[in-house]
């Protein structure tokens, strides 16, 4: 039998960076996608969507010429088989898990990243590729397969666990080893709305950053300073200067966290306020929080909690926030209270 577990992710700061080519501070964390796998004599895989209710199979003859948008199964099989990869055996396979569906927690990249690994692992050849290639391979089949919006911090993270600092641009990675204290994840309630969210707030930071451009070809977004937003701000239209702001901004702030989570002993409160503030410009000028979950947040941090902020691409799901252990359970109580469905304390998967 083939065993899979692969991690649900949270993006702690650089959120909307990564489809400008800017890095992202995002960890694996212990929630995860389960997958058992055993061999049947049928020329087919046989899912078994337990969490779902639901069954479906792929025969192994499939050309995989003709792959419907969401078939994250068939558009995996299909970016290994271009590489090589064979479906001869066929597998009775049972997925499940305890990430919650459409919450912003990469539900369906876990799903694909731990597909990605049982594809691997059936052709033997998962002491070959590294998770850097699995992570990279899931990113082709999610988003490139499908010429779809959106990054790579997802699969690269989840397949590489830990605490990552991501260059999106080249897909290289550095593990942060400090800590970011104790979490809380909290469920909204709220069905988030991933794509609409991406495709306005992808075209309008990307039309602010040409404006720029357009004024100084010579402008680098990797190397803008703070200083740029203003010196820039008078050539990007006004419909596009709240993404230009986040743009300069959000990049700024990773930067920040990145050097205090490389050190051995981090400060809480120094990067409490710097999520605080990251959540600040997703709000205000990416504008993808609902306001019940402003209020959720709000309440939270009155209660304690050292910063919190939205995880994913926004219009809903959940959130994040850090907590000391003395203040824990006001937070958890501060959530519910204000509205959330469900709050639970989750720790960094390596």
């Not at 199979?57 to 499939?62: A, E, H, T």
């Not at 990307?206 to 703070?226: C, G, Q, Y």
């Not at 200083?227 to 820039?232: P, S």
Request: aromatic letters at 10%.
């Amino acid at each position: 039998m083939i065993q899979i577990k692969v991690p649900a992710r949270i993006c702690f700061y650089g959120d909307h960076q990564d489809y400008l080519g800017l890095p992202v501070i995002a960890g694996a964390i212990d929630r995860f996608i389960h997958i058992s796998a055993s061999p049947i004599s049928e020329n087919k895989f046989v899912l078994h969507l337990q969490d779902l209710g639901k069954q479906m199979s792929i025969d192994l003859d499939d050309d995989l010429a003709t792959v419907q948008p969401g078939d994250f199964f068939r558009s995996g099989m299909a970016v290994l088989k271009e590489r090589g990869f064979r479906y001869d055996q066929g597998y009775s396979i049972t997925i499940s898990g305890d990430i919650p569906v459409n919450a912003g927690l990469s539900s369906s990249s876990a799903l694909l990243v731990g597909w990605i690994r049982f594809l691997v692992a059936i052709n033997d050849k998962s002491d070959e590729i590294s998770d850097f290639q699995i992570g990279r391979w899931a990113y082709e089949a999610e988003v490139v397969f499908f010429d779809a919006p959106g990054g790579l911090m997802d699969q690269y993270t989840i397949a590489q666990r830990g605490m990552l600092y991501i260059d999106t641009k080249s897909g290289t990675s550095e593990r942060l080893q400090g800590s970011i204290g104790k979490l809380l994840v909290a469920e909204s309630g709220l069905a988030k709305k991933t794509l609409e969210v991406l495709k306005n707030a992808s075209v309008f930071a990307k039309k602010a950053v040409e404006a720029v451009k357009k004024a100084n070809s010579r402008f680098v977004l990797e190397e803008a300073a703070l200083d740029d937003y203003q010196k820039y701000r008078e050539f990007v239209p006004e419909e596009f200067q709240d993404y230009w702001y986040a743009a300069i901004h959000n990049y700024h702030i990773t930067l920040q966290a990145k050097t205090e989570l490389k050190k051995a002993e981090t400060n809480l409160q120094y990067l409490g306020k710097l999520m605080n503030a990251h959540q600040q410009i997703l709000q205000d000028q990416i504008q993808n929080t609902p306001k019940e979950m402003v209020s959720m947040m709000d309440s939270a941090r009155k209660a304690g909690a050292i910063g919190a902020k939205t995880i994913g691409s926004g219009g809903g799901g959940c959130m994040v926030a850090m907590v000391d252990d003395e203040n824990m359970e006001k937070v958890k109580e501060a959530f519910l209270e204000a509205g959330a469905k469900s709050v639970y304390e989750v720790e960094i998967s390596y």
